[in-house]
């Protein structure tokens, strides 16, 4: 029997915002215990993002992560702004991020473009960074 669609667009559907609860990540212990929610686990989900190489793992979809290895060597007239770019939309796929401002850049590392940004949430703002080797 070939499934009908007939009449199933026609209905009425409530779309909801699933919560924000996720397992807690111990960064430094490297173990995972508990949960958290909301403002929590979105500086969970902010850190995960800016720490997974974007198409480097199949097990999260193309549009999850950061681009980070082509601004190897490049100069850093090129890699603030395209930084400052891809970590924006980068987190900005998140349906609960906002935008991302007020971003500040340290050079003083040789090789190094170190970025502090504000990333705001619908749970409040987050102060996050990102260091890129150049």
């Not at 090129?78 to 980068?90: G, Q």
């Not at 991020?97 to 971003?103: A, H, K, Q, R």
């Amino acid at each position: 029997m070939i499934p009908s669609t007939v009449g199933f667009l026609d209905q009425d559907f409530d779309i909801e915002e699933q919560p924000s609860l996720t397992y807690k990540m111990d960064l430094d212990g490297d173990s995972i215990r508990g949960f958290v929610d909301e403002q929590e686990a979105m500086k969970q989900t902010v850190f995960r993002i800016l720490n997974t190489e974007r198409y480097q793992y199949i097990i999260y979809p193309w549009y999850y992560g950061i681009e980070t290895l082509d601004l190897y060597g490049e100069p850093v007239t090129y890699v603030v702004p395209e930084l400052e770019r891809r970590i924006t939309e980068a987190l900005t796929i998140d349906t609960r991020i906002n935008s991302v401002t007020d971003f500040e850049f340290d050079l003083e590392v040789k090789g190094v473009v170190h970025a502090t940004f504000t990333v705001h949430t619908i749970y409040g703002e987050i102060k996050a960074e990102k260091g890129v080797n150049i």
